[in-house]
Nanobody
Framework: VQLQASGGGLVQAGDSLRLSCAAS????????MGWFRQAPGKERAFVAG????????YYADSVKGRFTISRDNAKNTVFLQMNTLKPEDTAVYYC????????????????WGQGTQVTVSS
């Protein structure tokens, strides 16, 4: 599986941004998908995950109520809608794929995409 993330940019605090991640292959539905982020000087951290059918989602506490993960299996794409952005959301955002089922809390990544930079100014 190859993953291509896009949609990052420079925004102001309170603005919204939508990230997209396009996946190759014909078995997209069999993968849970996730978003991670890595801020300067920090470890990569889980942001959100979604099951293969799109019916199950899970979020890090820091983004609950502000970010929404979704997927379009017909287009092999996963999205991260980010609202009410804060300066602390500034990071490189990575999409990730996990084979098989997903029930939350732990996302064991099998494939990583390249990152897309999100910068939120105050």
């Amino acid at each position: 599986v190859q993953l291509q993330a896009s949609g990052g940019g420079l925004v102001q605090a309170g603005d919204s941004l939508r990230l997209s991640c396009a996946a190759s292959g014909r078995t997209f539905r069999s993968y849970a998908m996730g978003w991670f982020r890595q801020a300067p000087g920090k470890e990569r951290a889980f942001v959100a995950g979604i099951g293969g059918s799109g019916g199950f989602t899970y979020y890090a506490d820091s983004v609950k109520g502000r970010f929404t993960i979704s997927r379009d299996n017909a287009k092999n794409t996963v999205f991260l809608q980010m609202n009410t952005l804060k300066p602390e959301d500034t990071a490189v955002y990575y999409c990730a794929a996990k084979k098989g089922s997903y029930t939350g809390s732990t996302f064991s990544t099998d494939y990583w995409g390249q990152g897309t930079q999100v910068t939120v100014s105050s």
